[in-house]
C-alpha cells in the first residue's frame, strides 16, 4: 500500500520507520515537509521518496496520513490537492473527525474517508498502542487498511471519539512519564552509589520485566493490585518505600497528569 506523509516530524518517522521495519515489503511511503532536510532525510530511513510539495506526495497515494501539529492541521487541510479516493488519517491530539470535516467541506473537498487515531512514539520499536476511529464515509474495509498500518507497529483498539482524550494520556503521553520515571529512580540510584550508567539500566530493565509481567497477568484476568501484593512482603522494604511513595503523593500526582492532558487536548482542538 502506498502512504503518503504530510510532516516528517518524530511522530511520522516513528510509524514509517516501524512499519518499515517490522513489515518490510508492505507498504511505500512518499514524505512532504516544508523542510525538505527532514522530508528526505525520513524518506531515506525507509526507503522511501521525498516530494516537492504536498500535491506530488498525495498523488497515486492509497492513504494520507497528516502528521502535523494540530495547531497547523487547518491550514494544512486547506493546502491539500483534491483528494480521489485516498483514505485520509490524522494523529493531531484534540482534532476531531467534526473538526477535521469542517476543514475538508471548507476547502471543497465531501464524501472524505476520515479515519483519526491516536498513536505513541513506540511505533519506532513495533510496541506502540493505538486508538482508531472511523468517520462516518469511512468504510469498515478503509478502517481497517489503517488498521493494518498501526498494527505492523504495534497493538490497536476501536474505541469511541470521545475517548480520545484520555486515551492520549494514557497511551500517548505516557511513555514520556515513563522515561522520567526510570530518570528519577536512577537519580535515587546515583544517590545511594550506583552509576548513573548502572541505575538506569536496572531501572529500565525492571520497568520492561515487570510491564511483561503484567501482561501475562491481564491476560490471566487478573489485576495489577495482586502482582503488588505479591511484591510486598510483610514489614518488607518494598512496602515501605510504596507507602513512602504513596505519602508524597504518587497516586494523586498521575491522575492530575492525566487531568492535565484531558483539559490540553481540548485546548488544542479548539484554541
Not at 29 to 58: E, L, M, W
Not at 149 to 170: K, N
Request: aromatic share 4%; hydrophobic share 50%; net charge negative.
Amino acid at each position: 500500500m502506498k502512504v503518503a506523509f504530510i510532516g516528517a516530524g518524530v511522530m511520522g518517522r516513528a510509524i514509517a520507520e516501524g512499519a518499515a521495519t517490522h513489515q518490510p515489503g508492505s507498504w511505500e511511503f512518499t514524505f512532504f515537509d516544508p523542510n525538505q532536510a527532514a522530508a528526505q532525510s525520513a524518506a531515506q530511513a525507509v526507503g522511501g521518496r521525498s516530494a516537492a510539495s504536498a500535491a506530488d506526495a498525495v498523488a497515486g497515494a492509497n492513504m494520507v496520513v497528516l502528521a502535523v501539529k494540530p495547531q497547523v492541521q487547518s491550514r494544512v487541510i486547506n493546502s491539500l490537492p483534491k483528494l480521489d479516493g485516498q483514505i485520509l488519517v490524522s494523529i493531531a491530539a484534540g482534532r476531531t473527525l467534526a473538526d477535521i470535516g469542517r476543514d475538508l467541506s471548507g476547502s471543497g473537498q465531501s464524501d472524505v474517508p476520515v479515519v483519526r487515531v491516536m498513536p505513541n512514539v513506540n511505533a519506532i520499536v513495533g510496541h506502540a498502542t493505538t486508538a482508531v476511529c472511523g468517520s462516518t464515509d469511512a468504510t469498515d474495509e478503509q478502517v481497517a487498511a489503517v488498521v493494518a498500518l498501526f498494527e505492523s507497529v504495534g497493538t490497536t483498539m476501536q474505541i469511541d471519539e470521545y475517548l480520545f482524550g484520555v486515551f492520549t494520556a494514557m497511551a500517548g503521553s505516557s511513555p514520556a512519564w515513563f522515561f522520567q520515571i526510570v530518570d528519577d529512580l536512577a537519580h535515587a540510584g546515583v544517590k545511594h552509589g550506583l552509576t548513573k550508567e548502572q541505575a538506569t539500566k536496572a531501572a529500565c530493565s525492571t520497568m520492561l520485566g515487570s510491564a511483561a509481567m503484567l501482561a501475562h497477568t491481564l491476560e490471566e484476568g487478573g489485576h495489577p493490585a495482586q502482582l503488588v501484593d505479591r511484591v510486598c512482603s510483610p514489614g518488607g522494604t518494598t512496602i515501605a518505600g510504596l507507602l513512602a511513595a504513596q505519602a508524597a503523593g504518587l497516586g494523586p500526582a498521575l491522575v492530575d497528569a492525566v487531568d492535565a492532558v484531558v483539559a490540553r487536548d481540548k485546548e488544542l482542538g479548539h484554541p
